[in-house]
């Protein structure tokens, strides 16, 4: 459903992201994940039109981005930061359905369509009527989420939205957020700096390094086949400090 063919982008005459090609495919999870300036938030911004490709071209369901069709394409595709990126001065339910509002629903299709995603994410209908400052780290995001959800998009891309959050929280939402993803069976990109986190979402997964992608497949790949060193030091990095001891 997603289609990048030799992209590449540079900032400051500094590459950010090397010619690369990638898929993704509807109804899986394609996490990219990679060390801090790998390429792997500009490479989510290219495939949402945020930002253009100095080369190569980037194709939504068989349309190539271009200035004419990029907002259009563009609501077809939920985006989800890591901050959630709520206004602070809009209600929970303001936030959500600000687009919507946007671009005329009426009154009637708006709530049915907030109740389905108040339902899906387990939000609290009373929190809708709360300012982001009142909502805790995890009911911010899930804000952030049924926004993105609210136009029914095709694709749906995330940007660390767990980076933020404490551990228990963090796994809570991990659960929350792959129950619905496979609900969904929307085609998703989401991406994260854990390789842990990668393993848990990830049908495809995507590892960066300076601007390239050095492996992609299953979890199993990484561990079994790794492609380089890097692939096996990126592993063995994020294991947890207390592997091995003896009285972990």
């Known amino acids: 459903m997603l289609e990048l063919r030799g992209v590449a982008k540079k900032f400051g005459g500094l590459p950010a992201l090397q010619p690369t090609d990638l898929e993704v495919t509807a109804g899986r999870t394609t996490v990219l994940i990679g ?6 938030s500009t490479l989510l911004r290219l495939m949402i039109g945020l930002i253009e490709p100095d080369a190569g071209s980037v ?5 190539a981005f271009a200035p004419e069709n990029v907002l259009a394409l563009r609501r077809r595709m939920g985006y989800v930061i890591q901050d959630g990126g709520l206004f602070p001065h809009l209600t929970a339910r303001e936030n959500v359905v600000l687009m919507v509002g946007h671009l005329g629903w009426d009154a009637q299709r708006i ?13 609290p209908e009373d929190g809708l009527e709360r300012y982001p400052v009142q909502l805790s780290g ?10 993105a959800l609210m136009l029914d998009p095709a694709l749906l891309l995330l940007d660390e939205p767990l980076g933020a959050l404490d551990p228990m929280v963090r796994a809570e939402l991990q659960s929350e957020l792959r129950r619905i993803f496979r609900a969904l069976g929307k085609g998703v990109v989401l991406v994260t700096h854990d390789m842990g986190e ?4 990830g049908d ?4 960066m390094r300076e601007g390239r992608i050095v492996q992609q497949g299953e979890f199993a790949d990484f561990l079994q086949r790794p492609a380089e060193p890097f692939v096996t030091e990126f592993v063995n990095a994020q294991r947890s400090p207390l592997e091995g001891r003896e009285d972990a």
């Open 138 to 147: 995890g009911q911010r995001q899930r804000v952030s989420l049924m926004r």
């Open 198 to 201: 990668a393993g848990f979402f």
């Open 59 to 63: 194709r939504f369901g068989g349309e």
């Open 111 to 123: 709530a049915a369509r907030l109740a389905e995603l108040v339902e899906l994410t387990h939000f």
């Open 204 to 207: 495809e997964i995507v590892l």
């Open 35 to 40: 060390p801090s300036g790998c390429g792997k």
